[in-house]
């Protein structure tokens, strides 16, 4: 090629790149992004403080949510019953496989962006025909010393590699590592709930078995009572109506012991079922401290502190991060994609000059630069999926967030409206306490009558009843916030 040739030549390249540097951003604006994405930002909508007060004489503003579990659970059978739940629940260990499962997506998406090489060997036999260039020269060689090659063999490594000009692999792969993170946050949250719905149930447990002491106590008195009514109806003191109605109310507390006792069973296998266990002795506890469990007012801290505390929240965070990452994976399937291809072995139409160098020694390098026509509308539909995908992380993260400040509201008040029932029911117990006595006292001098007394013991069984109820919603109450406030998990 002469020089004028090459000048001419380079001169052409030139203009073609110029004219094309002119039209790149038109090109770019109206072939690459051919749409307009309406990608979401979330938004912290969230007051700056709770409207409740905080603890009186407190200095800091640190969450309950950062004390460990161990910590905030001073019983020790309870801990040691959540420390069995966490090794042996199933829905934990299912989620362990999950956090498995997106750590190999993570491998894979890594090994992706990595070059490709393999090592191949093969072999080939091709007759062609007579009547095609390959079967005259065959025809020709084949009276001279060696014969036109039929048979070949080909062995050695090749070499693939995609160049991620674009990010679209290396995003792809961030975007795996934060679900990973995800699944993570997801574990911790699981974690979080296992954990409340363990102290929930135990302490409802003990909130039975204080129930039918209770029960158990007021049966003795029942029965006493139905014993002196039919004694006094001997002495003609009394009619039967009188002990007909005695024994139907022992025999109504007696109904409600039964049902409480299977209650207490099916609250304990409920216990076993969450912990993972398959023992038939029962659950040990100390119910007898039921009522003097203390519960103060857990320090909430300030609302930013959910992002810190609550699983779920990070959780919808990290997804919004994959989310994105995503969608700009999704967007670089439009760009014009290089991919390096090279290859080097031997090659060779005899097994014995296969290995012979340099001979046989054949390689290759090859470079593609493919950009998608057809199937653009196709991609252009995955990355509109993308975002909306985005989107709805984005909406899903706001929600979460607004629900958690409101669990946090409704339960930070249910500690105090409760803290105000249990105060005043407490009361109501002792009056009525102090009611049977009277009530007794003033039958025996004819001052009352039987149904009076009835009343009495029934509305002192009920109150009791009441108060064991209140007190158990007082002390899930504190369990659910610590929970709300993202606690449990550490």
Known sequence: MSGIDKKKIVSLLTLIAFMGGLQAPVIAKSFFHPFSLTERKPTFNVPKKYDTPQLQGSVAVDSAASVSWRQFFSDPDLVSLIETALANNQDFNIQIQDIEIAANEVRERQAEYLPKVGLGAGASYIHPSENTT???????????????????????????????????????????????????????????????????????????????????????????????????????????????????????????????????????????????????????????????????????????????????????????????????????????????????????F???????????????????????????????????????????????????????????????????????AFDTKKREVVLLEESIGIANMLFKYAKATYIEVLLTQEEKLNAEKELVQVKMELVGSKVDLYRALGGGWR
């Open 350 to 420: 005899n097994p014995q000059l296969l290995f012979r160098t340099p001979q046989s020694l054949f390689y290759n390098v090859m470079g593609d630069i493919t950009l998608p026509l057809i199937n653009r509308k196709a991609i252009i539909a995955r990355t509109q999926i993308a975002d909306a995908r985005q989107t709805q992380a984005v909406l899903n993260y706001e929600q979460t967030l607004l629900r958690a400040y409101t669990d946090v509201l409704n339960e930070q008040s249910s500690i105090q409206k409760m803290q105000q």
């Open 134 to 348: 390959e079967g005259v020269l065959d025809k020709i060689t084949s009276r001279n010393f060696f014969r036109y090659p039929d048979f070949n063999l080909n062995l050695g490594p090749s070499l693939s590699w995609e160049v991620d000009i674009w990010r679209r692999l290396r995003n792809a792969k961030d975007a795996a590592r934060l679900r990973m993170v995800a699944q993570y946050e997801v574990r911790n949250f699981l974690i979080s709930r296992l954990v409340a719905e363990i102290a929930r149930n135990y302490y409802e447990l003990m909130a039975l078995d204080t129930s039918l002491k209770i029960l158990d106590a007021n049966i003795s008195i029942q029965e006493a009572a139905f014993l002196k009514m039919q004694a006094l109806k001997r002495y003609a003191k009394a009619n039967q109506l009188a002990v007909n109605r005695f024994e139907a109310q022992l025999n109504r507390t007696k109904s409600q012991r039964a049902e409480t006792s299977q209650s207490i069973v099916e609250k304990e296998n409920r216990l076993k079922f969450l912990s993972g266990i398959y023992d038939e002795r029962p659950i040990v506890r100390h119910s007898e401290q039921f009522m003097t469990i203390p519960v103060h007012e857990l320090q909430t801290g300030v609302p930013t502190q959910l992002l810190e505390n609550r699983a779920d929240i990070r959780q919808a965070a990290a997804a919004i991060k994959a989310a994105k990452l995503d969608l700009k994976s999704v967007k670089a399937q439009l760009y014009p994609n290089l991919t390096i291809r090279a290859g080097t072995g031997f090659s060779g």
